[in-house]
């Protein structure tokens, strides 16, 4: 089977625009990976990097500044994070500045978000220099705090909607006093009866500090609760006027 000329023209500009197109799909990764133009390197130490990995963004200030060029762990506490950045950040960014590891929204990828210290006027951070930076919170105990706040508030919800059943059934002491009439009335007769009880006390006592046989006990008593009140006056003027001293 013998090929036209139409047929090549048509395989050779295929063949042309799949290139074309694959060299503008390098261009644009390598751009945002920051493989082209000038770029320095600085690295932070993290104890736990969070699932963090090499591609990952470096942002500062909200702007995407950089990528995670290269992992490599230390020793058994220290992960070593290489951050390639662009070379225009130099001349922003200070060797106090703080790293740690986000997410780009709450399911998105993770990323290093480096923040500057507010007013800060340390030197500016030089290319081989290691930033200091702070752990990130660790996402899986939180979720798993939340898991468990969320079984707590749903077991309470359910034995309270157990026990207001319970209570509109009439099952239990109070439920027995909210739907029995007969137990209401019970319990409002034993209020009214201890309500008379300490009216007559009351008034017994009254009757008491009349007698005459018991009249001097209770002016004794009076006297003594005069003479205690002034000495705590006495007191407390002391008091006050030795902290105005």
């Given amino acids: 089977m013998k090929i036209n000329s139409a047929q090549k023209a048509k395989t050779g500009l295929f063949v042309v625009i799949s290139l074309l197109l694959l060299f503008a799909l390098i261009y644009l990764v390598g751009k945002q990976q920051k493989l082209f133009g000038d770029t320095f390197t600085v690295y932070v130490n993290f104890k736990n990097i969070s699932g963090a990995k090499e591609g990952n963004y470096v942002r500062f200030a909200g702007i995407n500044s950089g990528t995670v060029s290269a992992i490599s762990l230390l020793n058994d506490t220290t992960v ?30 993770k990323l290093i978000v480096i923040r500057p210290v507010a007013g800060g006027s340390a030197p500016l951070v030089k290319d081989g220099e290691t930033i200091n930076s702070v752990s990130p919170a660790d996402v899986d105990k939180i979720m798993n705090n939340l898991t468990s ?5 749903e077991s309470i919800t359910s034995e309270l909607s157990m026990l207001v059943k319970r209570i509109n059934k009439g ?10 009439d007969k137990m209401a009335d019970k319990l409002e007769g034993t209020v009214t009866t201890i309500r008379a009880a300490a009216s007559k006390v009351d008034q017994n006592m009254e009757a008491a500090k009349s007698n005459f046989l018991l009249r001097g006990y209770f002016r004794k008593k009076e006297r003594q609760r005069i003479k205690d009140s002034i000495e705590n006056a006495k007191k407390n003027e002391k008091v006050v006027k030795e902290n105005k001293n």
């Avoid at 070593?80 to 780009?104: P, Q």
């Avoid at 706040?149 to 508030?153: G, H, K, P, Q």
């Avoid at 439920?175 to 029995?180: L, N, Q, Y």
């Fill in 80 to 109: 070593r994070l290489s951050l390639s950045l662009d070379k225009t950040m130099l001349k922003h960014l200070r060797n106090d500045a703080v790293a740690t590891i986000g997410s780009d929204g709450l399911m998105g990828d």
């Fill in 149 to 153: 706040i969320s079984s707590n508030a």
């Fill in 171 to 180: 099952e239990g002491t109070i439920g027995r006093m909210m739907t029995d």
